[in-house]
């Protein structure tokens, strides 16, 4: 089997624990995937819910996990996991493997360079300000009901040149919840055929 730079395999334990990670993580946790760059062995051994950021977000995994322990076939879901200075294009698919593992497959669909972005970035100082950002499609929150691309957000939010960056609240934006209930609504388990 050849190695794909672009495609990342984890596997979880019947407790949801991080059992296994392909070779290529440090490229994907380098790149600030994972909440900054974490070292395999930060990794291997803790519960998948300590990485995924967001309760809505958690949430949806725990069902997507759930429903396919059950047996119920996973869809391929979108998703963006940009770095500071690239706007990363991904999808994700979920498998049952023998004796209740788990295995997520991430792939990278495509990446667009950007000028970076230091509200993403680890170094950037944090003030106490607090933006709301997508788990799922990576827009900010403007105003009531508004989510915009990063960089749109920026200016309208006035942060773009400031020094201190305000801290990232992880949400979803109406659209991409409507999108992560109709999934689940989709993958309900079988009901018995009359
Ligand atoms: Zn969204």
Known sequence: MTMNEDIFIYQLDH?????SISANWSAFANQNAWSGSLRPEE????????FIQGIEMRHLYQELIRRVRMGVPSRVISFRCDSPGERRFLELFIEALPENLIEITSRILRKESRSPMRLLGTDAPRSTGKVSICSMCKKVKVAPEKWVELEEGVVSLKIFDEDEMP???HGLCHPCYQ???RELDDTKTPQSCH
């Open 15 to 19: 407790s949801d624990t991080i059992i």
């Open 43 to 50: 990794v291997v051994g803790h519960k998948l819910w300590d």
């Open 179 to 181: 999108e992560a209930m």
């Open 167 to 169: 801290q990232l609240s």
